[in-house]
């Protein structure tokens, strides 16, 4: 379980709040208005923005002020971040060691997660070398590679077409469900959350209110959430 205890998170003049818990296992969409703190939310969960107050519990653990390699987290952030000039099979090798001193087995996971994204034969391949699908893909198995039982993606498909789009969510809930993971993936689409998401964590007004069941969510959206939707 992961457990926000009276979170606030400042950005220049912006403040966020957020108080609740994830449990774990759940996917959950973040949706909200174009700046109402979505990746702000994720960047401090991950360990890349400071507190401005409050704590981060996993479990019993306190994380507040883990690195991001101390966190039981990977993410993936809005521009998906391949390096250009390092091979596919390095890029992906980078979640696993930073300096790419990798094992045998480290080559291993590397082979197993290309193969689980449907990645194979593309190892040595230079992301500009690869479609957009398939640079999703290549972010995926990054995270793949990580382990780690929670995962954060930020707008991970937003500049893909539908019917992409559609397919790698479906590999995200797939994955999601193989590792038991807790997601939680922005999205400015209702389609996305429907087709993943089991609760909504909506962002707005400088709260991140506690996840609700998706569907009676978009069913019977509060006035704020309706505005957003339209
Ligand atoms: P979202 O992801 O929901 O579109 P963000 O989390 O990126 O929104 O941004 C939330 C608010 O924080 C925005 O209103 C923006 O003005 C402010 N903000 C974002 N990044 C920075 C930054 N690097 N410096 C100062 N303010 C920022
Ligand atoms: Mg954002």
Same mark, same amino acid.
């Given at each position: 379980?992961?457990?926000? /205890?009276?979170?606030?998170?400042?950005?220049? &003049?912006?403040?966020?709040?957020?108080?609740?818990?994830?449990?774990?296992?759940?996917?959950?969409?973040?949706?909200? %208005?174009?700046?109402? &703190?979505?990746?702000?939310?994720? &960047?401090?969960?991950?360990?890349?923005?400071?507190?401005?107050?409050?704590?981060?519990?996993?479990?019993?653990? +306190?994380?507040?002020?883990?690195? %991001?390699?101390?966190?039981?987290?990977?993410?993936?952030?809005?521009?998906?971040?391949?390096?250009? #000039?390092?091979?596919?099979?390095?890029?992906?090798?980078?979640?696993?060691?930073? +300096?790419?001193?990798?094992?045998?087995?480290? #080559?291993?996971?590397?082979?197993?997660?290309?193969?689980?994204?449907?990645?194979?034969?593309?190892?040595?391949?230079?992301? &500009?070398?690869?479609?957009?699908?398939?640079?999703?893909?290549?972010?995926?198995?990054?995270?793949?590679?990580?382990?780690?039982?929670?995962?954060?993606?930020?707008?991970?498909?937003?500049?893909?077409?539908?019917?992409?789009?559609? /397919?790698?969510? +479906?590999?995200? #809930?797939?994955?999601?469900? /193989?590792?038991?993971?807790?997601?939680?993936?922005?999205?400015?689409?209702?389609? +996305?959350?429907?087709?993943?998401?089991?609760?909504?964590?909506?962002?707005?007004?400088?709260?991140?209110?506690?996840?609700? %069941?998706?569907?009676?969510?978009?069913?019977?959206?509060? %006035?704020?959430?309706?505005?957003?939707?339209?």
């Amino acid at each position: 379980m992961l457990r926000l /205890e009276n979170v606030t998170i400042s950005q220049g &003049g912006f403040l966020l709040r957020a108080d609740f818990e994830v449990q774990q296992g759940r996917k959950t969409a973040v949706i909200g %208005p174009s700046g109402a &703190g979505k990746s702000t939310l994720l &960047g401090a969960l991950g360990g890349f923005l400071p507190l401005g107050g409050g704590k981060l519990w996993w479990n019993d653990v +306190d994380i507040t002020d883990a690195t %991001p390699g101390d966190r039981p987290i990977a993410m993936l952030f809005q521009d998906n971040n391949l390096f250009p #000039h390092l091979s596919i099979a390095k890029n992906i090798g980078l979640g696993i060691r930073s +300096d790419l001193k990798l094992t045998p087995e480290d #080559h291993l996971r590397v082979e197993q997660a290309l193969k689980r994204v449907g990645l194979v034969g593309m190892a040595d391949r230079k992301p &500009g070398e690869l479609s957009g699908g398939q640079q999703s893909r290549a972010a995926l198995a990054r995270v793949l590679v990580q382990d780690r039982p929670v995962v954060l993606l930020d707008e991970p498909f937003a500049a893909l077409g539908p019917a992409l789009r559609h /397919e790698m969510l +479906d590999l995200v #809930h797939d994955l999601s469900e /193989e590792a038991n993971a807790t997601l939680l993936m922005v999205t400015h689409d209702p389609q +996305d959350v429907r087709r993943i998401a089991d609760d909504v964590i909506f962002v707005e007004g400088g709260r991140a209110a506690a996840p609700q %069941p998706a569907g009676a969510l978009l069913e019977n959206p509060p %006035p704020a959430l309706q505005a957003y939707l339209g």
